[in-house]
């Protein structure tokens, strides 16, 4: 989720895995080495509730192609993310912290067809990860906001869902330069480490940009399956544990509607994952605050995703995970925790782990749909305690 110009329609994540049984990875040495993973089911339910570290590695501009080195941490108006903020964040009983982060602006240099990410951006990510997992946490890290229309693409680094022959080349090479220098960074870490190779790729700047039927998104799919294979191949190409790294795949916007001509890539390990957001129903969750009320119509919504989820996904095989997920604070706390109770119990008994959306915007400040806030990372407490207590069950 962005701040307010990438305001979402209700999205949801899905995860396709297959295999629960032992592979070879390649070590550090190149030798094969015996690498054995948790099941699906149990790795899963490893995940339990989760945690965004919201506007934070995913701040970013999209003025020009400088490095604006590690600054952008806070530009969003977040503080300094610190041990102690993640350590809070596992107290509170959260397994699984998803960290978005926005890479493109932090190239160094750009020849020929790679793209040199900063040391030092790279650095500050990992110091987080690993204050993540010596916390106890699963760790989620991605190519967050780096999705540009066509006009950015000529003053901004990034990648662009385009039909245009010379744009699918120009994000293809950036896909494949960040992925590649960020799977070999964190080559050595465990099954804890996942990789969400996109956020929610769509058709930026168009008409269609969230939302459409028929053909453009049908070709967008096409253009967003070439993506994530590059992504994937990057990933797997770049040694050690990546070889069977749980790898998120989104479809377009990562809305599980909007699948027609998409598909997962091939991948030997089998372990890839669908990521979605599921802000629902959209009109209490991120609307104006009119509709302030979690009414039996929006639970009957909430009911639906579900439904929905297990037609599509689960009843196939496939394992759900919700990466993003949160009620817009207008104001009513207690039908927010009516909504949280509703969507939580649903969630668990489809097994399906969600992941809370927090930018620490609260009433009255901010836009009216984008009031995601629930821990004062600068007091190490929750705003709201009444919300975040599912994460202790």
């Not at 759900?320 to 925790?337: F, H, P, Q, T, Y």
Request: proline share 3%.
């Amino acid at each position: 989720m962005k701040k307010a110009m990438f305001r979402n329609f209700f999205l949801v994540l899905s995860f396709s895995l297959l295999f629960a049984c032992s592979e070879a990875a390649m070590g550090e040495s190149g030798e094969a080495e015996s690498v054995i993973l948790p099941s699906t089911a149990e790795f899963i339910s490893s995940l339990g509730s989760g945690w965004n570290l919201g506007n934070t590695f995913d701040a970013c501009s999209y003025s020009d192609r400088e490095n604006k080195g590690n600054s952008t941490e806070t530009s969003w108006g977040m503080p300094v993310t610190t041990k102690e903020m993640i350590q809070a964040v596992r107290a509170q009983g959260f397994k699984t912290i998803r960290i978005p982060v926005s890479w493109h602006n932090h190239i160094k240099s750009q020849k020929n067809k790679v793209y040199t990410v900063d040391s030092s951006w790279i650095k500050r990510v990992k110091t987080v990860v690993d204050w993540s997992l010596e916390a106890g946490l699963r760790v989620i890290i991605n190519i967050h906001h780096d999705n540009l229309s066509e006009a950015q693409m000529n003053t901004c680094y990034g990648f662009c869902v385009s039909q245009n022959p010379n744009t699918k080349i120009l994000s293809k090479n950036y896909l494949n330069s960040v992925w590649s220098q960020v799977a070999k960074e964190f080559k050595n870490y465990d099954e804890r480490l996942i990789f969400e190779v996109l956020n929610e790729p769509r058709c930026v700047g168009t008409g269609y940009e969230w939302y459409g039927q028929g053909k453009n998104i049908s070709d967008a799919n096409k253009t967003i399956c070439e993506y994530e294979k590059v992504c994937l191949q990057a990933i797997r190409a770049a040694g050690g544990k990546n070889a069977s790294r749980y790898v998120m795949i989104p479809t377009y916007a990562a809305n599980p509607d909007l699948t027609d001509n998409w598909s997962l890539p091939d991948d030997s390990a089998g372990r890839l994952i669908v990521s979605v957001h599921a802000y629902t129903p959209y009109e209490f969750c991120m609307s104006e605050d009119s509709e302030k009320t979690f009414t039996k119509n929006y639970e009957g919504a909430v009911s639906w995703l579900f439904d929905s989820l297990w037609n599509k996904f689960t009843s196939k095989g496939m394992v759900v995970v919700i990466g993003e997920m949160s009620a817009s604070d207008k104001g009513n706390l207690d039908e927010r925790v009516k909504w949280t109770n509703s969507y939580v119990s649903k969630a668990r008994s489809a097994k399906i782990p969600v992941i809370l959306w927090d930018n620490m915007v609260t009433y009255p400040s901010g836009e009216k749909g984008e009031r995601h806030g629930y821990f004062n990372r600068r007091d190490l407490t929750w705003f709201y305690p009444e919300l975040v207590e599912f994460a202790k069950e």
